[in-house]
């Protein structure tokens, strides 16, 4: 439980101003330290009746999936195509020996009180594939409403070296109506790097993104959609070729530009410049450790 008080005009300490109070479960090993209810109260907290100050209250809901480990899969067990879920008093006292599980999050109920008899209440939903990624996203919004709700799919690319998280596709409905869609494109499936991203206007039309990268993998080059002209927006990366991994310059469409230089060493900047020319300096000792940290208007002083 945390509280904020009030400062009266004297200096002096007042009342609680706000208490917040947040609640985790300890039930078993896998829901252990996960937060489930967080409520925001006027005041101080009245044990005798928590509510009557309440402003907000956020409860989370999580669900219990056992791993299926056969053949090296090492992902959710699942069952004509639905995520078998186990009790949430999983493994209590390690009664299921050296069976293993994932906890996911399965919804967020968020009530906005403040102090009145009306509120608002909202609820999030996710659902999830066998390997733990969030696959649709239900925001069903006010409670009371029901004309609020929308949902978004997420489609996710198949790469290789275990990348599991890079999005292939997003569609946002409101009921049966698209109103947003994006896709993205990677070139290589060992690096899982997007290379372009598509915000579609209708089913043919498109902007477009593109990231290319060097063969170092860094990134090399954002180019966004161009303008009615046929202008692009872009920001251009250079590193240093001594271990090409350092961004020493960024450049834009305008003709901008920043600078950075590295100590090798220590992996630590030794100076910025900005694009306004304004120049920041660092320098440490021995151990890499920040000794002295000289501004822009400060550069020129060599004490």
């Known amino acids: 439980m945390s509280r904020t008080l009030r400062r009266n005009s004297n200096g002096t300490t007042g009342n609680d101003y706000r208490t917040t109070v947040k609640k985790f479960n300890n039930t078993s090993y896998y829901l252990n330290?996960?937060?489930?209810?967080?409520?925001?109260?006027?005041?101080?907290?009245?044990?005798?009746?928590?509510?009557?100050?309440?402003?907000?209250?956020?409860?989370?809901?999580?669900?219990?999936?056992?791993?299926?480990?056969?053949?090296?899969?090492?992902?959710?067990?699942?069952?004509?195509?639905?995520?078998?879920?186990?009790?949430?008093?999983?493994?209590?006292?390690?009664s299921e020996s050296r069976k293993q599980a994932i906890?996911?999050?399965?919804?967020?109920?968020?009530?906005?009180?403040?102090?009145?008899?009306?509120?608002?209440?909202?609820?999030?939903?996710?659902?999830?594939?066998?390997?733990?990624?969030?696959?649709k996203y239900d925001d069903l919004g006010d409670l009371q409403n029901g004309q609020d709700n929308y949902y978004t799919e997420i489609g996710y690319h198949v790469l290789y070296n275990n990348i599991l998280n890079v999005p292939?596709?997003?569609?946002?409905?409101?009921?049966?109506t698209l109103k947003r869609h994006r896709t993205t494109e990677v070139l290589n499936s060992?690096?899982?790097?997007?290379?372009?991203?598509?915000?579609?206007?209708?089913?043919?039309?498109?902007?477009?993104?593109?990231?290319?990268?060097?063969?170092?993998?860094?990134l090399k080059k954002i180019i966004y959609p161009p303008n009615a002209s046929g202008q692009s927006?872009?920001?251009?990366?250079?590193?240093?070729?001594?271990?090409?991994?350092?961004?020493?310059?960024?450049n834009d469409a305008f003709g901008y530009e920043s600078k950075t230089v590295y100590n090798f060493n220590f992996d630590v900047v030794l100076s910025t410049t900005d694009l306004a020319s304004n120049v920041m300096k660092y320098s440490y000792d021995s151990f890499g450790r920040m000794n002295?940290?000289?501004?822009?208007?400060?550069?020129?002083?060599?004490?």
Do not use: C, H
């Not at 209708?202 to 902007?207: P, V």
């Not at 002295?292 to 004490?303: G, L, Q, S, Y």
């Open 168 to 176: 292939k596709a997003l569609k946002a409905f409101e009921g049966s």
């Open 190 to 218: 060992n690096t899982g790097n997007i290379t372009k991203i598509k915000a579609w206007i209708n089913g043919s039309d498109f902007s477009k993104t593109n990231i290319p990268y060097d063969s170092y993998g860094n």
């Open 33 to 94: 330290s996960l937060e489930f209810e967080t409520s925001i109260y006027k005041d101080a907290l009245d044990p005798n009746s928590p509510d009557a100050n309440l402003y907000s209250r956020i409860r989370n809901e999580y669900k219990v999936y056992e791993l299926d480990r056969s053949n090296g899969n090492n992902r959710i067990l699942s069952s004509s195509g639905n995520l078998v879920a186990l009790p949430l008093p999983f493994d209590i006292g390690e």
């Open 103 to 135: 906890v996911l999050l399965k919804k967020t109920n968020t009530i906005v009180k403040e102090l009145s008899t009306d509120f608002i209440e909202n609820e999030i939903q996710f659902s999830y594939d066998i390997y733990g990624r969030v696959i």
């Open 233 to 250: 927006m872009f920001y251009e990366y250079s590193y240093g070729s001594t271990l090409n991994k350092y961004m020493v310059g960024i």
């Open 292 to 303: 002295t940290i000289v501004a822009p208007k400060e550069a020129n002083n060599t004490n």
